[in-house]
């Protein structure tokens, strides 16, 4: 399937996507693949968890992108002692008006870092629930919006598991994608080490986008054209997994609309205002690997997001795109 780009509609600021990328690998050095993807998190208007090991880049990764957009930034690190209240906020007594006043807690942030995110108890876990799909909390009956853009940057160490409580299925399936970051190369290790001799790469980030910019983007990313052919590559591609014989949950309806919007938002980046099957099948792992359970993952008690994205990829072999 072809497209003709000479019947574009839609203006891309291009430029723009560009000096925010470029700005965000002045600190996170040599993997565009993975500044692409949070982007494609940010600009679809979803969230993402990133499954790594300590060290190689989360926080920062995170913090870059909040500085790069000009947006607010915080880091709730998490522990089984963290409470909801703690993340959402609580209402406070305050003598001097006679009434209860609601003290915003950390939530009410752009780029909200959750650390660790499967060290707090699943009551807590779950009042997450609520902010990343309606973008609002609840507090005593009384809903409180969140500020525009929002985005959760979710964190997790896949090796080590004692003391912490996994995401249930219904957490997770409200992540537009899961990554991993890896270990830079030895070049690339250099160069990390060299910029930081003096002073830390993150202080010379310069905003290139606002947060009412990114909200236009958002609004853009969902105006972006996408064939019958490629919706319908999609629903085959999600209804494949429900299918598979090592599959014991296969991908919701949900994870359907994520891998279509995070095409849209992968074709903005790209500077295109239409998508490619070629943009599904880049973010089909991603997006689909963690919202589904394999016959080993159930018969081992837990999760494997390997085994997962090896049945998702061999799915991708198998499923043609009709044209």
Same mark, same amino acid.
């Given at each position: 399937? !072809?497209?003709?780009? /000479?019947?574009?509609?839609?203006? @891309?600021?291009? /430029?723009?996507?560009?000096?925010?990328?470029? &700005? @965000?690998?002045? %600190?996170?050095?040599?993997?565009?693949?993975?500044? &692409?993807?949070?982007?494609?998190?940010?600009?679809?208007?979803?969230?993402?968890?990133?499954?790594?090991?300590?060290?190689?880049?989360?926080?920062?990764?995170?913090?870059?992108?909040?500085?790069?957009?000009?947006?607010?930034?915080?880091?709730?690190?998490?522990?089984?002692?963290?409470?909801?209240?703690?993340?959402?906020?609580?209402?406070?007594?305050?003598?001097?008006?006679?009434?209860? =006043?609601?003290?915003?807690?950390? $939530?009410?942030?752009?780029?909200?870092?959750?650390?660790?995110?499967?060290?707090?108890?699943?009551?807590?876990?779950?009042?997450? $629930?609520?902010?990343?799909?309606?973008?609002?909390?609840? %507090?005593?009956?009384?809903?409180?919006?969140?500020?525009?853009?929002?985005? %959760? $940057?979710? !964190?997790?160490?896949?090796?080590?598991?004692?003391?912490?409580?996994?995401?249930?299925?219904?957490?997770?399936?409200?992540?537009?994608?899961?990554?991993?970051?890896?270990?830079?190369?030895?070049?690339?290790?250099?160069?990390?080490?060299?910029?930081?001799?003096?002073? +830390?790469?993150?202080?010379? =980030?310069?905003?290139?986008? #606002?947060?009412?910019?990114?909200?236009?983007?958002?609004?853009?990313?969902? #105006?972006? *054209?996408?064939?019958?052919?490629?919706?319908?590559?999609? @629903?085959?591609?999600?209804?494949?997994?429900? +299918?598979?014989?090592?599959?014991?949950?296969?991908?919701?309806?949900?994870?359907?609309?994520?891998?279509?919007?995070?095409? /849209?938002?992968?074709?903005?980046? *790209?500077? *295109?205002?239409?998508?490619?099957?070629?943009?599904?099948?880049? $973010?089909? =792992?991603? %997006?689909?690997?963690?919202?589904?359970?394999?016959? #080993?993952?159930?018969?081992?008690?837990?999760?494997?997001? &390997?085994?997962?994205?090896? @049945?998702?990829?061999?799915?991708?072999?198998?499923?043609? =795109?009709?044209?």
């Amino acid at each position: 399937m !072809t497209v003709d780009p /000479q019947s574009a509609r839609l203006a @891309i600021p291009s /430029q723009s996507i560009s000096r925010l990328v470029q &700005e @965000i690998e002045k %600190v996170y050095v040599g993997r565009r693949d993975r500044v &692409e993807l949070s982007l494609v998190a940010l600009l679809a208007g979803g969230h993402l968890i990133i499954e790594d090991v300590p060290g190689v880049g989360k926080t920062m990764l995170a913090n870059t992108i909040a500085s790069a957009i000009e947006c607010e930034f915080r880091r709730i690190q998490f522990t089984p002692d963290l409470l909801p209240a703690d993340l959402l906020g609580l209402n406070i007594y305050d003598e001097s008006k006679s009434r209860f =006043v609601f003290k915003r807690g950390p $939530l009410f942030a752009n780029i909200v870092l959750a650390d660790e995110i499967n060290r707090t108890t699943p009551k807590t876990q779950s009042c997450l $629930l609520e902010a990343m799909n309606e973008y609002q909390i609840t %507090v005593d009956g009384v809903a409180h919006p969140l500020p525009r853009p929002f985005c %959760v $940057l979710a !964190t997790q160490n896949p090796f080590e598991f004692e003391g912490t409580y996994p995401l249930p299925e219904s957490q997770l399936d409200r992540f537009f994608l899961r990554m991993n970051l890896g270990y830079p190369t030895i070049e690339q290790g250099k160069r990390i080490i060299r910029d930081q001799r003096i002073t +830390h790469p993150i202080e010379d =980030v310069e905003p290139v986008m #606002r947060g009412p910019e990114v909200v236009e983007l958002q609004g853009l990313v969902r #105006r972006v *054209r996408v064939s019958e052919q490629v919706l319908d590559y999609v @629903i085959r591609l999600v209804e494949a997994t429900r +299918h598979h014989e090592g599959v014991v949950t296969g991908v919701s309806p949900r994870g359907g609309v994520h891998l279509y919007r995070a095409a /849209q938002a992968l074709a903005v980046l *790209r500077g *295109r205002d239409y998508v490619e099957p070629d943009d599904v099948k880049e $973010l089909a =792992v991603p %997006v689909l690997s963690h919202r589904m359970r394999s016959h #080993r993952a159930a018969s081992a008690g837990g999760s494997t997001y &390997e085994e997962a994205a090896r @049945i998702v990829r061999e799915i991708l072999h198998q499923t043609p =795109v009709t044209l």
